[in-house]
């Protein structure tokens, strides 16, 4: 019987599983390169991890890995019920305090490795995480999607990069479509919609953000955030933050240092700041700020009698 230690934690709602012994060997290459190995030969590994019985479609698991870069403290790939992401905000300040929960670091700056680059993170003296993302920046700006969907008006929206792909729009107007969790699955239905056209006519996105109006003081706006397996996140989303920034700044409707609180669908918050990288070509780096907190310690039992035991998918 295989076993996997395992650390949980959530951030601001949304649940993160960090692997902290037990993963597979994917070798000392790239991280993208060993992202490939797991994909085509452990696949299964990510499916038991966190797919039904031991998980949920809601989970983000993270396999902890060597870094490469001598400067980082650790390396990790984040996986989630379908597939792999390239980068994960929100399970980033999980892996943070899962390494501090461990000993393993104290406030300060330390730096983390992804597939998609390196990330700079810094534990706060009060228990918050900044993640200084990877480069990110607004691919494509007011792409329309016309009788999409019958019963509702069009929809335009943005493409930006923040770690992951997203299209961000501004929830249509209907009485019977408010930005409120009590309707996560008519949202879900909603923003599959978008992603479905989308996908067919225009460009390969997985994750889709649908924003309007905040309903907390203090913040910008509230934001609800399809996953790719067809969750919603619970979190504010610390990439679709990171391209919402980017979104902004190419408009210029946000100042280069200036706070922006973005508000998730369950009413938590993450704090976006950016600085430029590129003002031409329009690339930021950005800041996001939230709270993560550990839920459990676990020791994961694979039983290769178990008809489910790589999970249910």
């Given at each position: 019987?295989?076993?996997?230690?395992?650390?949980?934690?959530?951030?601001?709602?949304?649940?993160?599983?960090?692997?902290?012994?037990?993963?597979?060997?994917?070798?000392?290459?790239?991280?993208?390169?060993?992202?490939?190995?797991?994909?085509?030969?452990?696949?299964?590994?990510?499916?038991?991890?966190?797919?039904?019985?031991?998980?949920?479609?809601?989970?983000?698991?993270?396999?902890?890995?060597?870094?490469?870069?001598?400067?980082?403290?650790?390396?990790?790939?984040?996986?989630?019920?379908?597939?792999?992401?390239?980068?994960?905000?929100?399970?980033?300040?999980?892996?943070?305090?899962?390494?501090?929960?461990?000993?393993?670091?104290?406030?300060?700056?330390?730096?983390?490795?992804?597939?998609?680059?390196?990330?700079?993170?810094?534990?706060?003296?009060?228990?918050?995480?900044?993640?200084?993302?990877?480069?990110?920046?607004?691919?494509?700006?007011?792409?329309?999607?016309?009788?999409?969907?019958?019963?509702?008006?069009?929809?335009?929206?943005?493409?930006?990069?923040?770690?992951?792909?997203?299209?961000?729009?501004?929830?249509?107007?209907?009485?019977?479509?408010?930005?409120?969790?009590?309707?996560?699955?008519?949202?879900?239905?909603?923003?599959?919609?978008?992603?479905?056209?989308?996908?067919?006519?225009h460009q390969s996105v997985d994750h889709i953000e649908l924003f309007g109006p905040p309903q907390n003081p203090g913040s910008h706006s509230r934001?609800?955030?399809?996953?790719?397996?067809?969750?919603?996140?619970?979190?504010?989303?610390?990439?679709?933050?990171?391209?919402?920034?980017?979104?902004?700044?190419?408009?210029?409707?946000?100042?280069?240092?200036?706070?922006?609180?973005?508000?998730?669908?369950?009413?938590?918050?993450?704090?976006?700041?950016?600085?430029?990288?590129?003002?031409?070509?329009?690339?930021?780096?950005?800041?996001?700020?939230?709270?993560?907190?550990?839920?459990?310690?676990?020791?994961?039992?694979?039983?290769?009698?178990?008809?489910?035991?790589?999970?249910?998918?």
């Amino acid at each position: 019987m295989r076993e996997i230690h395992v650390i949980d934690s959530h951030t601001a709602g949304e649940p993160t599983r960090i692997v902290i012994v037990g993963g597979p060997d994917l070798g000392n290459g790239p991280l993208a390169e060993r992202v490939e190995i797991f994909k085509n030969q452990h696949d299964r590994f990510r499916s038991a991890i966190v797919n039904e019985p031991r998980g949920s479609d809601v989970i983000v698991g993270g396999l902890l890995v060597q870094p490469i870069d001598p400067t980082c403290i650790a390396g990790v790939i984040f996986f989630n019920n379908v597939g792999y992401l390239g980068m994960c905000g929100h399970g980033t300040m999980g892996l943070v305090q899962t390494l501090a929960y461990q000993g393993l670091l104290q406030p300060g700056v330390h730096r983390i490795e992804t597939p998609v680059g390196v990330v700079t993170t810094t534990l706060h003296d009060d228990g918050r995480v900044s993640v200084e993302n990877v480069p990110s920046w607004r691919e494509k700006k007011g792409i329309e999607l016309v009788d999409w969907n019958p019963s509702m008006l069009p929809v335009k929206g943005d493409i930006a990069w923040g770690g992951n792909w997203f299209y961000l729009t501004q929830l249509p107007p209907h009485p019977d479509l408010p930005l409120d969790h009590r309707i996560t699955n008519i949202l879900s239905g909603f923003a599959n919609g978008i992603r479905h056209r989308l996908n067919r006519e225009h460009q390969s996105v997985d994750h889709i953000e649908l924003f309007g109006p905040p309903q907390n003081p203090g913040s910008h706006s509230r934001n609800f955030v399809l996953c790719p397996g067809g969750a919603y996140d619970r979190s504010p989303c610390g990439t679709g933050t990171s391209a919402k920034l980017a979104c902004l700044a190419a408009d210029g409707k946000l100042a280069e240092g200036e706070e922006w609180v973005q508000e998730s669908i369950i009413g938590t918050t993450f704090t976006g700041t950016f600085r430029w990288l590129d003002r031409a070509a329009g690339k930021i780096i950005p800041t996001i700020t939230g709270r993560a907190y550990i839920t459990g310690e676990n020791k994961l039992l694979l039983d290769e009698n178990d008809p489910f035991c790589w999970g249910i998918r």
